[in-house]
């Protein structure tokens, strides 16, 4: 089992960045597939990105190519975001989650471990 704690989050400007964390526990970390994901007010939790267990392969959302980079650090189980150039809609709670499937995946039903969520907030 896998339990995760995401940190990270805050207000920031729009055009601004931050990083989040995803630290977990657990001695298999490198075997998960680890995906992030965000949950605006009134709508369903959608997909940002993935990461192969590996670092090699990573995916993401049409809307945050380009802005946000997915990686980690298996020596420290950690998984990070990078979100650079935020804007007003990247406003949501994020959350980090495992997957035993192996690559990529974007579905949220394949996902079995969740983190408790960041809170980030972008004012224009």
């Known amino acids: 089992q896998v339990q995760l704690v995401e940190s990270g989050g805050g207000l920031v400007q729009a055009g601004g960045s931050l990083r989040l964390s995803c630290a977990a526990s657990g001695r298999t970390f490198s075997s998960y597939s680890m995906g992030w994901f965000r949950q605006a007010p009134g709508k369903e939790r959608e997909f940002v990105a993935a990461?192969?267990?590996?670092?090699?392969?990573?995916y993401y959302v049409d809307s945050v190519k380009g802005r946000f980079t997915i990686s980690r650090d298996n020596a420290k189980n950690t998984v990070y975001l990078q979100m650079n150039f935020l804007t007003p809609e990247d406003t949501a709670v994020y959350y980090c989650?495992?997957?035993?499937?192996?690559?990529?995946?974007?579905?949220?039903?394949?996902?079995?471990?969740w983190g408790q969520g960041t809170q980030v907030t972008v004012s224009s």
């Open positions: 989650a495992a997957s035993v499937v192996g690559g990529t995946t974007q579905e949220i039903l394949l996902y079995d471990y």
């Open positions: 990461i192969s267990w590996s670092g090699g392969n990573t």
